[in-house]
């Protein structure tokens, strides 16, 4: 078998991963009643399960944060019953699966929610890029910057959502911090230029991604580490990480064209 590192089980918390090659969050916009997981989506998970996990795509936590038209969401009971067809669908083939969950902040758009004007940290639009609507593309509109007493609404809600995925039969929860969105929002100047609890400047050292990151972070992080951005399966067991026990290879696009990608690189296949 090639690349054996990448087949050696992990465990994660309480996951018992049977592999170190995971699915990645890719929004897949087929939520297409009222964002409600369906049975298209069971299927497409279910076709990957064979990954040591599964992060399944950037979920809305609160009604009325549309970024991408039809992305799931996890905000109501009926949203739990959608999300359990996918989750049984993971376990009968033995998978486990992840809930990615999400606010989408300064990113989503009037027309994608009926009118609603979307929150931020301060009141500052994103530029220099435009939003896809059932209209076409259109910019990104200027955001309302959240009251302090609105800001314990949304932690509220996260925790909600996590308890709704939790009723789903999730095995966890990924909580979204990244690309932009409302938490990342929180953690950058060009989006939060507010006073008080909520604003100020926060110390946040970032290696540029085309260097050495692993290193530095495995210095200040012993747990688990799951390591992204277009890795090949030579390069993972070539890298001086992949023999730490803790090391995970997390793909995206190759898992797309490949549902059963897992396999294929058992057995040094090729895949689109």
């Known amino acids: 078998m090639k690349n054996e590192s990448l087949f050696k089980p992990l465990q994660i918390g309480a996951i018992d991963a049977k592999n170190r090659i995971l699915l990645a969050p890719l929004t897949r916009c087929r939520a297409v009643d009222n964002h409600v997981a369906n049975d298209l989506m069971a ?58 969950l999400w606010h989408g902040g300064r990113a989503c758009h009037p027309i994608l929610n009926n009118g609603r004007q979307p929150v931020a ?23 309302r910057a959240l009251t302090d007493e609105e800001i314990p609404e949304i932690v509220a809600g996260f925790k909600k959502a996590a308890q709704h995925a939790k009723d789903a039969r999730f095995d966890g929860i990924e909580i979204h911090g990244a690309n932009g969105y409302l938490i990342d929002e929180f953690l950058r100047d060009s989006a939060n230029q507010r006073d008080g609890k909520y604003g100020g400047f926060v110390s946040i050292y ?23 951005m277009g890795y090949a399966p030579d390069e993972a067991r070539r890298s001086p990480w992949h023999q730490v026990r803790s090391m995970q290879l997390r793909l995206a696009l190759p898992f797309l064209a490949n549902p059963d990608l897992p396999e294929r690189i058992a057995a040094g296949a090729d895949f689109e």
């Open 121 to 143: 940290p301060s009141a500052i639009p994103i530029t220099g890029d435009e939003v896809h609507t059932p209209e076409g593309k259109k910019p990104y509109v200027t955001p």
């Open 43 to 100: 299927e497409y998970y279910a076709q990957r399960a064979s990954g040591g996990l599964l992060i399944a795509e950037a979920t809305m936590v609160m009604e009325g944060n549309s970024s991408f038209i039809t992305e799931p969401g996890i905000y109501s009971d009926e949203h739990a019953v959608g999300w359990k067809k996918v989750t049984d669908a993971v376990h009968e083939k033995d998978g486990k699966i992840l809930l990615q």
């Open 206 to 228: 970032i290696q540029q991604q085309g260097g050495d990151i692993l290193t530095p972070i495995r210095v200040a992080w012993n747990g688990v580490l799951i390591s992204n």
